[in-house]
């Protein structure tokens, strides 16, 4: 049973949005303010954040495969308890800030909210695997599909990337009910903003919630 009842040791902070919502570019950002304030930090991301999560990632954003939500969602499942285990739980326990590029709410709301997955299939399957590590803080990077698709036009887009606005709009919607559901996890960050207005809302969100140790 994996279990981050004892993470007060470290910090765990998610980044969430769809795609084109500049998660990137947050997180280098994220990462820069919490040192600042004391803390060692360790970046990650999913699908991916270890050697098995990684080789998953290719299969799963490989635009010339064809898989069906529930192989996407075992995929994703594989690789995240790999992940919590190994790396995320480990770097809590030596009290760093652990800083993650997507987790289980893009999960709810990718395969549950764009895939229909039924989310009580995603909510056992998550339990079967003993995932009891929530964020500690999650910030939502709000844009809307059309601004979104917009930012990644002109490269080369991934198999998920590749999805028509209706796949984000419903993705959208799920990371708003998550919200609604875990309002004191959530910050909602409107993603339009400029990159400076951002910077400013990540601060002071950031300031307010973790305690300097400088």
């Known amino acids: 049973m994996t279990d981050c009842s004892w993470q007060a040791w ?6 969430e949005g769809i795609e084109g919502a500049g998660k990137s570019t947050a997180m280098p950002v994220l990462a820069e303010m919490a040192r600042h304030l004391g803390y060692e930090v360790e970046m990650t991301r999913e699908p991916g954040g270890g050697a098995l999560g990684e080789r998953l990632r290719g299969i799963f954003l490989d635009p010339g495969l064809e898989l ?17 285990r190994r790396r995320i739980l480990p770097a809590l326990a030596s009290g760093k800030v652990v800083i993650c590029d997507r987790f289980e709410d893009s999960t709810f709301a990718y395969q549950g909210g764009g895939r229909h997955v039924p989310l009580d299939r995603i909510n056992a399957l998550s339990s079967w695997a003993g995932l009891k590590c929530t964020p500690d803080l999650t910030f939502w990077l709000d844009v809307s599909p059309e601004v979104g698709a917009g930012r990644i036009r002109s490269r080369e887009r991934d198999r998920l990337e590749r999805e028509g606005l209706d796949f984000f709009r419903s993705a ?4 708003g009910r998550r919200m609604e559901a875990d309002p004191g996890r959530f910050c909602r960050i409107d993603a339009g903003l400029s990159l400076e207005e951002i910077g ?3 601060q002071g969100e950031l300031q307010k919630r973790l305690p300097g140790r400088t």
């Open 68 to 84: 069906d939500a529930d192989e996407e969602l075992l995929l994703l499942y594989a690789g995240r308890l790999e992940h919590v």
């Open 10 to 15: 470290g910090y765990f902070i998610t980044v």
């Open 172 to 175: 959208r919607e799920m990371f």
């Open 200 to 202: 400013v809302c990540l």
